[in-house]
């Protein structure tokens, strides 16, 4: 069985970073394996993207919990809206977007 576009990141609701953290390495080479469902996924990877696969499929709430964690990094990372502050008596307080 190959993994091609069923262990995509966006199955699995995370981003192509995200998926990266999992696997220990890059956002490129999760776009590259994505992108060529022909071509083999080196071993190591093959075998832990077939095993968070699994475990995020079947509702794992470990798996669950890690991929929640990361999807709040992603959207945290990527937020494009500039968060400002305003000092006050009694500190910095954010302010509203």
């Known amino acids: 069985m190959r993994p091609g576009s069923a262990f995509s ?15 220990r390495t890059s956002r490129p080479a999760i776009a590259r394996y994505e992108g060529n469902p022909q071509k083999e996924i080196p071993g190591s990877a093959d075998v832990a993207l077939r095993l ?3 475990a995020r499929m079947t509702s794992d709430p470990i ?10 990094i992603d959207e945290l990372e990527h937020d494009s809206r500039a968060v400002t502050f305003k000092e006050t008596e009694f500190g910095w307080l954010k302010t509203a977007a």
């Open 9 to 23: 990141a966006g199955r699995m609701r995370l981003s192509q970073e995200g998926l990266a953290r999992i696997m």
């Open 52 to 54: 968070f696969y699994a």
């Open 63 to 72: 798996a669950r919990e890690v991929a929640d964690l990361l999807t709040e």
